[in-house]
Nanobody
Framework: QIQLLESGGGLAQPGGSLRLRCLVS????????AEWYRQAPGKQRELVAS???????NYADSVKGRFTISRDNALKTVYLQMSSLKPEDTAVYYC???????????????WGQGTQVTVSS
């Protein structure tokens, strides 16, 4: 059974940093597409960062230059390095992935349970 488990959220001060992790468990050969979304109270979920199967990345304008998405297929983990945090970055952050199983089949649209990030002094 494939599961995603996020960690690394918490309380940070403005200007601080956090590193989110999304660990994929199950019979997975590789993480193809990896995305991080966030949802702030009263707002719609938004795409923050994405990485394609080829490694190209895209970021929301609000986080460009501050956030970096990466993945480690050997560790089955997706990361989101967040720096220069702002109070408006406060949200629940979710990892979403499309995966390649060890059986050679694709497994799409797997989500983690979310991790809370709060930026406040």
């Amino acid at each position: 059974q494939i599961q995603l488990l996020e960690s690394g959220g918490g309380l940070a001060q403005p200007g601080g940093s956090l590193r989110l992790r999304c660990l994929v468990s199950g019979s997975i050969r590789s993480i193809n597409v990896a995305e991080w979304y966030r949802q702030a109270p009263g707002k719609q979920r938004e795409l923050v960062a994405s990485m394609s199967s080829g490694g190209s990345t895209n970021y929301a304008d609000s986080v460009k230059g501050r956030f970096t998405i990466s993945r480690d297929n050997a560790l089955k983990t997706v990361y989101l390095q967040m720096s220069s945090l702002k109070p408006e970055d406060t949200a629940v952050y979710y990892c979403r992935t499309d995966l390649l199983g060890t059986d050679g089949l694709g497994y799409s649209d797997y989500w983690g349970q979310g991790t809370q990030v709060t930026v406040s002094s």
